[in-house]
């Protein structure tokens, strides 16, 4: 049974700064990507950040300079730092792990985390 486990959401004021990060746990195998989306309410959800286990990054420009991916293989752990915040920023963040099923990396299953809340208001 695989698991992710995120942390680091809340309120906070425009132009500040939070930090989410995602726990991949149980028994699998390694991973392809891992990453961020994000949905906010009446929109469809839309990528964040997705960084590769070669450390390939994948981000839109509406995050890029502002927000920062990183990972650690060895602890299946994945880091969104977001600085400069913007109220357009505000929506629930899901984290998601792309884990092979094989030893073989011939496929992968997509797997999802919980979601966080991200509030960016004064």
């Known amino acids: 049974q695989v698991q992710l486990v995120e942390s680091g959401g809340g309120l906070v004021q425009p132009g500040g700064s939070l930090r989410l990060s995602c726990a991949a746990s149980?028994?699998?195998?390694?991973?392809?990507?891992m990453g961020w989306y994000r949905q906010a309410p009446g929109k469809q959800r839309e990528l964040v950040a997705a960084?590769?286990?070669?450390?390939?990054?994948m981000s839109p420009d509406s995050v890029k300079g502002r927000f920062t991916i990183s990972r650690d293989n060895a602890k299946n752990t994945v880091w969104l730092q977001m600085n400069s915040l913007k109220p357009e920023d505000t929506a629930a963040y899901y984290c998601?792990?792309?884990?092979?099923?094989?030893?073989?990396?011939?496929?992968?299953?997509?797997?999802w985390g919980q979601g966080t809340q991200v509030t960016v208001s004064s």
């Open positions: 998601f792990a792309n884990i092979y099923t094989d030893a073989d990396r011939m496929g992968f299953t997509v797997h």
């Open positions: 149980g028994n699998i195998f390694p991973i392809n990507a």
């Open positions: 960084i590769e286990s070669d450390g390939n990054i």
